[in-house]
C-alpha cells in the first residue's frame, strides 16, 4: 500500500456508532464495556471476564458516535460530504455493518422523526437542485433490492418472486437486469418510493427480524447532471449513492435456529464472509487476486471497495457485556477496513445517460409539437388561398404567418380559434342561396371533414404534449423551488453547521496527530535537571511502554484465537465438502452408465457471465425445434391420446384392454367363495390324476364364466 499515496487515492471512510442501552438491558443490569472518547475518536472495548491486569483494547476511527448522538449529527459531519460529492458525480457508498440490534437499520433508515441517513440524504439532494445554477439540469432515480441467500430480489417491481441476475458489461461494468427504477421529481415522491421498498421487504419475509438480519438491503440512487462546460459543449455527470444496510454480522451457527440443512446455512452469510475476504484480500497487500466474484454483494460493491467510489463505512456496536465478543469482532472488521484504498473519480460523461435519453426525447416531442403547429397554419393558408376565389391578397396573409411561425403558440387556443373559423364558414356556406345545393353539399362536406381531421389532431397533439409535459417535469432545472424551506437564513444556518462540522472534524484529526507525536517527540524534548527527575521520568515512560507491549501482546494473542477459530471452521467447511464430493462421486461411479455420464459430461459447459456451470439444451433451440415430433394431443375428455377403435371397443364392452385407467378392481368381491369337494373317500386308485386335474379347471372355469356384472362393476371414470 505504500506506492498507494497518490494523488487522487484516499481511504475507506470509518466511523463506529453506539446505540443506547435498552430497555431491556438495563433493567437486566447488565454492564457496560465500550467506551467512547468523541474528541478523539476512540472506541475502548474492556472485557468482562478480564484478569485484574488487562487493559482495555482501544481503536482509532475517523469519527465515532456515542449514544447521545443525534442522526443529525452523524449525516452533517461524516455523510453529507459524501453525498456533496455524489451530486458532483462521484461514486458514493454508505455501508452500515454490525450484529443486528445494533442499529443499522436506525441509522441508514431512522424511526419517525429520527430520519436516518437515507431520507436525510433525499432532503440534501433536492435542496441542492433547487439551489443550483439555472443552467444545470438533474435528473434523479432510485432503486431498492434486497440479496438473501444470494438471491437478488427488486423491491420495486410487480413481480416480486422474480430473481433478477448480475450481468457484466465491459464499459459500464456490474449491473443487475431488469433492476426498475424511478425517476423521482421531489423528496416527496423518492419517500414514497422507500417506503414501498420497505413495504416488499415486510411482506416478502414471514419473520421479518429474522429475514431482515440475514439480508442486505441496498438503496441505489443515481443523480445525473448536464450542464454547460466552458468548451460550450454540454456535459453530463453521474453519480451513483449506495446505501446499503448489511446483514446482522453476528457469527451464524451452523444448522441455523430452525435447522436448516447446512447447503442453506451455508448461503445465509456467504455474502458477508466475502465481504470479509474482499476487505482482508485488499489490505493485505500482498494479494493479486481480489474475489469480488465469491458472492452477489461484493460483485454490487466491487467499485465501492478499493475502486471508484468514496465509501463510509458505519460499525454499529452494542454498550453491554453480553456483546463483548461481538462488538470486538466489529471493531476489528472496521479496523482493517480503515486501510482500504479507493481511487475516486468524477464520472463525465459517460455512455447511455438517462439523462441524455430524455433530453432528446423531449426534444424530439417538441419538434413534434411544433410540426403540428405548423401544419395546422400552413393548412389555414391554403384554405384561405382556396378560399380566396375573389381575388383577396393571399400574399398579405402569407407575410403574417411567417412572422407567427418562430413564435410558441398556444396550442389549444389556436386550434379552437381553428374551429370557430370552419364552423363559422359552413355557416355562411349554409346561408348562402347563390350556390347550387349539389355544390353547397360538397362544400359542407369538405367542411365537416376538415373539421373532424382538426380534431384527431387536436387529440394526438395533446397526447404529445402531456407526455412532453410529464418528461419535462422529471428534468429538474437547478434554482426551481423543489423543497419548500429554501429562504437564506436556512441555507446559513446550514451553512454553519457544516463549519461546525468541519471544525470538529479538524480539530480530533489534530488531536489524533498529536497523541501521535507526542509519544515521539517525547524523549527529544526533555532535558533533565537531576538525575533524580530522569530517573522518574524514564520509569514513567518504561511503564508507559510497558502496559503498550501488553496491549500488542494481547492482541497477538486475540488474533492467533481468532485465526485458529476461523482456520478450524474453514477446515470443517472443508471436510464436509470433500464428504458430500466423495459421496457423488460415489454415486456416480456405481449407478450412472459410463456413456450417460458422458453424454451429460459433454452438454456442460461455463456460463461465463454467471459464473456457473450449466447444460447444454438437448435440442438446440432456433428454427428447426419445430422439427421434433409433437407430442399428441388427449382426445376431447379424455387424459391421454387414444384411437377410434379403441373409444368404440370400451363403449361396447368391458374388455379391460381397452380400459385407460382404473385397469386394477379395486372393489371387493362379495360373491361367494368357490367351494371345491374333497373326496378323500374315494380310492384314488380308480381315480385317474388327470381327470381330477381337469375336473378341477372345469369348476374353476365356472368360476370365471359367471357374469361379470356380478363381480365387477363399469369404472365410472370414463
Ligand atoms: P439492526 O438494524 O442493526 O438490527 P435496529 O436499527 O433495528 O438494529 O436497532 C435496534 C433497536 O435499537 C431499535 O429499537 C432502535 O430503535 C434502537 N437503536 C439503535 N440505534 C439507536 C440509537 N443510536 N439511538 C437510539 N436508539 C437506537
Ligand atoms: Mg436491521
Do not use: N, V
Given at each position: 500500500l505504500a506506492g498507494k499515496s497518490r494523488s487522487g487515492c484516499e481511504a475507506l471512510k470509518v466511523v463506529a456508532r453506539c446505540r443506547p442501552m435498552s430497555r431491556k438491558e438495563e433493567a437486566a443490569g447488565w454492564e457496560r464495556v465500550l467506551q467512547l472518547d468523541v474528541k478523539l475518536g476512540q472506541v475502548s472495548i474492556r472485557n468482562p471476564r478480564a484478569g485484574p491486569g488487562e487493559l482495555p483494547k482501544t481503536f482509532t476511527f475517523d469519527a465515532v458516535y456515542d449514544a447521545s448522538s443525534r442522526q443529525a449529527d452523524l449525516y452533517d459531519e461524516t455523510v453529507r460530504p459524501l453525498v456533496e460529492a455524489v451530486l458532483q458525480g462521484f461514486n458514493g457508498t454508505i455501508l452500515a455493518y454490525g450484529q443486528t440490534g445494533t442499529g443499522k437499520t436506525y441509522t441508514m433508515q431512522g424511526e419517525g422523526e429520527k430520519r436516518g441517513v437515507i431520507p436525510s440524504s433525499f432532503e440534501h439532494i433536492f435542496t441542492h437542485i433547487s439551489r443550483s445554477s439555472h443552467d444545470q439540469q438533474y435528473l434523479v432515480r432510485a432503486s431498492y433490492l434486497e440479496i438473501y441467500q444470494e438471491e437478488i430480489r427488486d423491491l420495486l417491481a410487480k413481480d416480486q418472486s422474480k430473481k433478477l441476475e448480475l450481468k457484466e458489461n465491459p464499459e459500464t461494468g456490474v449491473y443487475i437486469k431488469d433492476l426498475s427504477s424511478f425517476v423521482t421529481k421531489n423528496v416527496k415522491e423518492i419517500e414514497h418510493v422507500m417506503n414501498l421498498g420497505s413495504q416488499a421487504r415486510a411482506v416478502g419475509s414471514t419473520n421479518m427480524n429474522e429475514r431482515s438480519s440475514r439480508s442486505h438491503a441496498i438503496f441505489l440512487i443515481t443523480v445525473e447532471c448536464s450542464e454547460m462546460g466552458p468548451d460550450g459543449q454540454e456535459h453530463i455527470r453521474v453519480g451513483k449513492l449506495n446505501l446499503v444496510d448489511l446483514a446482522g454480522s453476528e457469527r451464524q451457527s451452523k444448522t441455523g435456529p430452525h435447522g436448516e440443512r447446512p447447503k442453506e446455512a451455508s448461503k445465509i452469510n456467504l455474502s458477508l464472509s466475502a465481504l470479509g475476504n474482499v476487505i482482508s484480500a485488499l489490505v493485505d497487500g500482498k494479494s493479486t487476486h481480489i474475489p469480488y466474484r465469491d458472492s452477489k454483494l461484493t460483485r454490487l460493491l466491487q467499485d465501492s471497495l478499493g475502486g471508484n467510489a468514496k465509501t463510509i463505512m458505519v460499525a454499529t456496536l452494542g454498550p453491554?457485556?453480553?456483546?463483548y465478543e461481538e462488538s470486538l469482532s466489529t471493531l476489528r472488521f472496521a479496523n482493517r477496513a480503515k486501510n482500504i484504498k479507493n481511487k475516486p473519480r468524477v464520472n463525465e460523461d459517460p455512455k447511455d445517460t438517462l439523462l441524455r435519453e430524455f433530453q432528446e426525447e423531449i426534444v424530439r416531442l417538441k419538434a413534434q409539437l411544433e410540426k403540428r403547429g405548423m401544419l395546422g397554419k400552413k393548412r389555414r393558408r391554403s384554405s384561405r388561398r382556396k378560399k380566396g376565389v375573389d381575388g383577396e391578397s393571399a400574399t398579405e396573409n402569407e407575410g403574417e404567418d411567417d412572422n407567427e411561425e418562430g413564435l410558441e403558440k398556444n396550442m389549444e387556443n389556436y386550434l379552437k380559434e381553428q374551429k370557430e373559423r370552419l364552423e363559422e364558414e359552413k355557416a355562411a356556406i349554409q346561408d348562402d342561396?347563390?350556390?347550387v345545393s349539389e355544390e353547397k353539399q360538397k362544400l359542407l362536406q369538405e367542411k365537416e371533414k376538415m373539421i373532424e381531421d382538426l380534431r384527431k389532431e387536436q387529440e394526438a397533439t395533446e397526447l404529445l404534449a402531456t407526455k412532453y409535459k410529464a418528461m419535462e417535469s422529471k428534468l429538474l432545472i437547478g434554482g426551481r423551488t423543489i423543497v419548500d424551506h429554501t429562504n437564506e437564513q436556512q441555507k446559513m444556518l446550514e451553512l454553519k453547521r457544516q463549519e461546525i462540522a468541519e471544525q470538529k472534524r479538524r480539530e480530533r484529526e489534530m488531536q489524533q496527530e498529536m497523541l501521535l507525536r507526542d509519544e515521539e517527540t517525547m524523549e527529544l524534548r526533555e532535558t533533565y535537571t537531576s538525575l533524580q527527575q530522569e530517573v522518574e521520568i524514564k520509569t514513567k515512560k518504561l511503564k508507559k511502554l510497558y502496559a503498550k507491549l501488553q496491549a500488542v501482546k494481547a492482541e497477538i494473542r486475540d488474533q492467533h484465537d481468532e485465526y485458529i477459530r476461523v482456520r478450524q471452521d474453514l477446515e470443517e467447511a472443508q471436510n464436509e465438502q470433500t464428504r458430500e464430493l466423495k459421496l457423488k462421486y460415489l454415486i456416480i461411479e456405481n449407478f450412472i452408465p459410463p456413456e450417460e455420464k458422458n453424454k451429460i459430461m459433454n452438454r456442460l459447459y461455463f456460463d461465463g457471465e454467471e459464473d456457473q456451470w450449466k447444460f447444454q439444451p438437448l435440442v438446440p433451440t432456433g428454427g428447426n425445434c419445430n422439427q421434433m415430433k409433437r407430442r399428441p394431443t388427449s382426445a376431447v375428455g379424455y387424459k391421454r391420446p387414444i384411437s377410434q377403435y379403441a373409444r368404440v371397443a370400451m363403449a361396447m364392452g368391458s374388455h379391460p384392454r381397452y380400459r385407460a385407467e382404473n385397469i386394477m378392481f379395486l372393489e371387493l368381491d362379495v360373491s361367494p367363495p368357490a367351494i371345491f369337494e374333497f373326496e378323500r373317500s374315494r380310492d384314488p386308485a380308480e381315480q385317474d390324476p388327470r381327470a381330477l386335474h381337469m375336473e378341477r379347471l372345469m369348476h374353476l372355469d365356472s368360476f370365471l364364466e359367471r357374469p361379470a356384472t356380478s363381480r365387477v362393476r363399469k369404472s365410472r371414470s370414463w
Open positions: 453491554a457485556s453480553h456483546s342561396h347563390s350556390l
